[in-house]
């Protein structure tokens, strides 16, 4: 390797390196394999050269040969400690850096990599100062496969560009929650295909009419070496680590084959199935409900996808096509969690959904709290202008339900009603569903006289 050039020293003319994109992602299996033996981290870092057309095109593409074999030895001289550098596409190289011990210097190696790149390289009678995005993920905390870590490492790169800091780190987990997290994420490998999975139900009772014509689908998982583990707790680890996509294929293939069964008074119900944006942009996992809805002859307007709003905020513009893409396929879209993602109200003008889940952080204590009143009444009305229908989570009690009624509220769902059942039990509490149980006769007339005038 030749050591660094001097501040402003001629560029010599030298070939560009190779794009071995092979060669890289065979190094990085092994730097991920070792590190996992070992209980270290691996970072793969994504450095990408803007405007390398503009010199070409300026200085020919001799030079711009020539600045490529700049930047490799640059890298190779300024991060001493990786495995492996190479080109992996026309202006994008990459880094992995084995056997980490701790992830706290990781913004430090950005900073030093963009001041390293950064630095004026003379070139005939002019100088050049190159621009980067750098981007640093870590295995396998974020990826436990080079696949998925590049795929990480690529949407970060993405973000660095975006949000125009050039730069993005990931926050690495603590040691003891990565030992956690570990375990879990070897046993959910094994969760998928072995049964431990399953979908469990709970009724959304319509307030227009009073019947359960909906329900949602929420995923439970009985490990046979952890014990009963809440998807509160899996699936942000199977988002960092892509397993979600397995489990997300798994509940496409199992849902409809399940909704069948699922009938209230001879009817199928809506059936709602969470998804992560990272699910719907991988094209095989769309296709796999097309062909898992048209085996079990489930109509798509009997589906209802359930997208997190703080999800969707990650990146609005691109959520925005996606979802829209999806309702013109004819898909019911939910926006899940309404009200924690932080989005402006204008949202509700972008984003092309057919329902609002209210988050129950506003309605479990809503008789009391004037606030969340005043919250719930407005989220409701401004969904109402603009044709969406409302769903109130965590409704746990009768007060709730009776003041959520005169909010003009469109469904109900949480305890009150039923917790989450799995197939069996969900269709018996179907069966025994007693409308007068929850609402009153003069409340029947009112919704009756009510359908009538619609
Ligand atoms: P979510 O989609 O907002 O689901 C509603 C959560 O509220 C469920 O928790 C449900 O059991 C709980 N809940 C319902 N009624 C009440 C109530 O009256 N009181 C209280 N305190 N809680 C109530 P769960 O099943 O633990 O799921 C947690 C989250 O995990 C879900 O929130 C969803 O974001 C995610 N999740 C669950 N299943 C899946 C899945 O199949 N795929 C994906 N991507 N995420 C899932
Ligand atoms: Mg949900
Ligand atoms: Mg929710």
Not at 289 to 309: D, G, Q
């Amino acid at each position: 390797m030749t050591s660094l050039h001097d501040v402003g020293e001629k560029l010599p003319p030298q070939k560009a390196p190779a794009i071995d994109r092979e060669r890289f992602m065979a190094g990085l299996a092994t730097d991920l394999h070792a590190g996992c033996q070992s209980g270290t981290l691996t970072a793969l870092i994504l450095v990408d050269i803007f405007r390398l057309r503009h010199i070409n095109n300026r200085f020919g593409y001799e030079t711009g040969d020539s600045v490529l074999a700049w930047v490799y030895e640059a890298l190779c001289a300024g991060v001493k400690k990786a495995s492996v550098i190479r080109r992996l596409d026309g202006n994008v190289f990459g880094i992995s850096v084995p056997e980490m011990k701790s992830p706290r210097l990781l913004p430090v190696a950005a900073g030093k990599i963009q001041q390293l790149l950064n630095r004026p390289i003379s070139c005939h009678e002019d100088e050049i100062r190159l621009d980067c995005s750098v981007s640093i993920t870590v295995g396998p905390d974020y990826g436990h496969t080079e696949h998925r870590l590049l795929l990480h490492a690529e949407q970060c790169l993405e973000r660095a560009k975006q949000d125009g800091s050039r730069c993005y780190v990931v926050e690495a987990l603590d040691e003891e929650n990565r030992i956690g997290e570990w375990e879990l994420r070897d046993e959910l490998n094994k969760a998928v295909g072995s049964g431990e999975l399953k979908l469990y139900y709970q009724p959304k009772i319509s307030l227009a009419n009073f019947m359960p014509t909906a329900c949602e689908a929420l995923m439970r998982w009985d490990s046979e070496k952890l014990g009963r583990v809440g998807p509160d707790q899996f699936i942000p680890v199977a988002e960092r680590t892509g397993q979600i996509l397995d489990l997300s294929e798994w509940a496409i293939l199992t849902l409809p084959r399940e909704a069948r069964h699922i009938r209230y008074r001879n009817q199928a119900l809506n059936v709602a199935l969470n998804l992560s944006p990272r699910d719907l942009s991988a094209g095989h996992l769309q296709s796999t409900l097309e062909s898992a809805l048209n085996i079990w002859e489930m109509p798509r307007e009997k589906l209802t996808l359930e997208i997190t709003e703080s999800t969707l905020m990650d990146n609005p513009q691109q959520s925005q096509e996606l979802m829209q893409n999806l309702r013109n396929r004819g898909y019911r879209l939910s926006i899940d969690d309404f009200g924690t993602g932080y989005s402006s109200m204008s949202y509700f003008k972008l984003i092309p959904a057919h329902e609002i889940k209210i988050d129950k952080y506003f309605i479990q204590n809503l008789v009391h709290d004037r606030g969340d009143q005043i919250i719930v009444k407005a989220v409701i009305a401004i969904a109402h202008h603009f044709n969406m229908k409302t769903v109130a989570e965590g409704v746990e009690d009768e007060a709730t339900l009776k003041l959520l009624m005169k909010m003009k509220c469109d469904y109900a769902q949480g305890y009150y009603f039923s917790r989450p059942l799995v197939g069996e039990e969900f269709q018996q509490w179907l069966e025994g569903y007693s409308m007068a149980r929850y609402f009153s006769p003069q409340e029947k007339q009112l919704a009756r006289r009510k359908a009538a005038n619609d």
